[in-house]
């Protein structure tokens, strides 16, 4: 505790006496930080999005135009029988044109250019979400295709995996940016403490020969690169809040009324607590890389 103690008290004496310099440290970190937050900003809502809507999945079986009532009973009952739906609704043709207009009232006149309704009926089921996960709503759509009267099923969980697939490729290509910036950020870092390193040279060399522990050599860089980590990533936390209240602000109805009600939220403490370990992380990697140069 002693160790760390005295670590810490000179490194932001250290840190004080170069803050100049030290400023430059700071700002990189808050930008590797301020992109790793922003990824995880988007990446987190658009996880819970998914979520939600997977969460209130649905596949809509389209009829053709001949198939006969008898034809439809089945398939309601095929439903039924298979486990999945939480809850079915049948859309007749008008039904459908009626909420085509409704939703799309800007492209509602194109439907007026058509002497038949070209809309299909449809049996709208709402996926039970046990069966969404154990594939049992996949093998219930595959027999529905195959039934007469059945002309087309879609369903929402293909759209989902793409969206979950893009979001896989953002996080990974995200990652890869906040790596390669988290590097470039560390050797700031410890630039910077090399600089404080060489003006102290006398002390450590004193320190070296009266027999002092290499932790209370080497640690008061190492403390003095995690300090400058954490105020680069709280400073970044800092912008990407304000940034996301700005925007919140301008854009925060819209967003709502396009997620149908739902809301875009700040980071949770355990993802922003991440980032400022992870500008810890890099501060501590550039202060311990420096301080090897101590002794």
Do not use: C
């Not at 939703?103 to 996926?127: W, Y």
């Not at 490729?169 to 600089?195: C, F, P, Q």
């Not at 450590?204 to 008061?220: D, N, T």
């Amino acid at each position: 505790m002693r160790t760390i103690q005295y670590s810490f008290r000179e490194g932001w004496l250290s840190l004080w006496r170069s803050r100049a310099s030290g400023t430059l440290a700071v700002l990189a970190i808050t930008l590797a930080m301020l992109v790793l937050g922003t990824l995880l900003l988007l990446t987190s809502n658009i996880e819970r999005l998914i979520a939600r809507w997977t969460s209130t999945a649905e596949f809509s079986v389209y009829l053709r135009d001949d198939a006969t009532s008898e034809q439809r009973g089945a398939i309601e009952v095929a439903i039924d029988q298979s486990g999945v739906s939480a809850g079915r609704e049948y859309v007749s043709k008008a039904q459908a044109l009626t909420r085509f207009r409704r939703e799309f009232t800007d492209l509602a006149p194109l439907a007026d250019g058509f002497d038949d309704n070209p809309f299909p009926a449809s049996v709208e089921v709402r996926v039970r979400p046990d069966a969404e996960r154990d594939g049992r709503a996949n093998t219930a759509v595959a027999n529905l295709l195959r039934l007469p009267g059945v002309a087309d099923v879609r369903y929402d969980r293909e759209w989902l995996s793409k969206l979950a697939g893009g979001l896989a490729a953002l996080r990974g290509g995200g990652l890869a940016l906040v790596l390669l910036m988290g590097i470039a950020a560390a050797v700031t870092v410890a630039s910077v403490v090399r600089l404080g390193l060489h003006a102290r040279r006398d002390e450590l060399e004193i320190m070296q020969l009266v027999g002092s522990p290499i932790a209370f050599i080497r640690g008061p860089f190492v403390a003095e690169g995690i300090m400058q980590g954490g105020f680069g990533a709280l400073l970044a936390l800092v912008l990407l809040w304000m940034g996301f209240a700005a925007a919140n602000a301008w854009w925060g109805s819209a967003v709502s009324t396009m997620l149908d009600g739902g809301t875009v939220e700040f980071l949770p403490a355990q993802l922003s607590a991440m980032v400022v370990g992870g500008g810890m992380l890099v501060g501590a990697v550039g202060g311990f890389a420096a301080s090897r140069h101590a002794v």
